[in-house]
């Protein structure tokens, strides 16, 4: 009999996710390659065999009965290296403050970005591997982070620096995103900061960064200025990602799939057209309801007639300042009971497509043979349970490249 190092037993539903390594749109969304009395076997941090009634000698046997065993939740959109808190903000929403009005009175990114640059990289370091550690205790276990709250270069640098070392020490997967363009500095103007990003900020970029993300948006960088930062980042290696369409229709789904994006994010107010071409070009649409909610906004991402059109969608908290959530099981439930998604849906946005969308789904994203075992065991009888019982933590066990953790 086969030796192997752990193996999960009778999970009541595991969920698979097999099947195409494309992302996953329309009905696709809503298969999850579920294996009633399922197991698992893990051998060097590799699974080796997923089945019902599998016979394997092993180190360390988990019986998952009654409970449901899936994939690690993948978050694509954070920005987690941040210094300061802000929640003196929530008084000022309640009075009914707009969010403009609060950067007028020092609050918003830029109280974010004068904390961030005082910081030391060993406070950043410290403070961003205690998110990190909450994120895995909800069971994420891969994650795409944000640079975005320096905006100069030594702060910038700074922070990918201390992502990297993020990524070389803690237990999760972190995928690093370069987003010197999330807003414009004080007493400068766009095309000069522009300058200063494209010439002495992306050269420098090489070996911390994977993707270069940007703010487009009113009031932050058009579309045209988008597309200059977006493709002098190409040019430096950089695969594209873009904060689009969140506050008012800009065009940012349109670019997307003009300059092939890896994902276009937020689409709260992208048009129909926007919403066609990035589904006629596979590009991700990450959704994150966090957001309006932590801003009480009655307007959430289309998300159903985005599925409808056949935009492959992923979720992700957008944990930052602004939206403090380190749960993808939130992130879920929001999408279910604010953008009726199914459960269904909602579950493949948050693991296989959400792997997709940082170009990660070759090695995470479903319990497949010879992909990385990232699976968690939650304490659910099915995977309609998930959304269903919100407001705790459902995840018991969470095993990361083979190690329960």
Known sequence: MQSVDLLITHASELLTLKGSQKPRVRQQMRNLGILKNGSIAIHDGIIVDVGQNLRYKANTVIDASEKLVMPGFVDPHTHVVFAGSREFELDLKL???PYMEILKRGGGIFYTVEKTRKASPNHLLSQSKKRL????????????VKSGYGLDVDNELKLLKVQKKLSETHPMDLVSTFLGAHAIPKHMNANQYIQIIIHEMLPRTKGLARFCDVFC?????????????????????????????EIVNTGGALLAAQVGAQSADHLLRSSEAGLRALAQNSIVGVLLPGTP???????????????????P???????????????????????????????????????????????????????????????????CPNHQFLPYHFGVNLVQTVVKRGVVL
């Open 217 to 245: 948006e009113k009031g932050v960088f058009t579309v045209a200025q988008s597309k200059k930062i977006l493709l002098a980042g190409k040019q430096q290696g950089l695969l594209p990602k873009i904060h689009a369409d």
């Open 133 to 144: 550690d909450t994120m895995l205790l909800h069971g994420t276990t891969t994650c795409e």
């Open 293 to 311: 909610f932590c801003m009480m906004m009655e307007q959430y991402a289309p998300a159903r007639k985005m599925i409808d059109l056949g935009v």
């Open 95 to 97: 009075a009914g403050m």
């Open 313 to 379: 969608v992923a979720l992700a908290t957008d944990l930052n300042p602004n939206c403090w959530t380190e749960n993808m099981q939130m992130i879920i439930q929001l999408a279910c009971l604010k953008m009726q998604m199914t459960p269904a849906e909602a579950i493949t946005a948050s693991t296989f497509n959400a792997a997709c969308a940082i170009g990660m789904q070759p090695y995470i994203g479903s319990l497949e043979k010879g992909k990385h075992a990232d699976v968690l065991i939650l304490d």
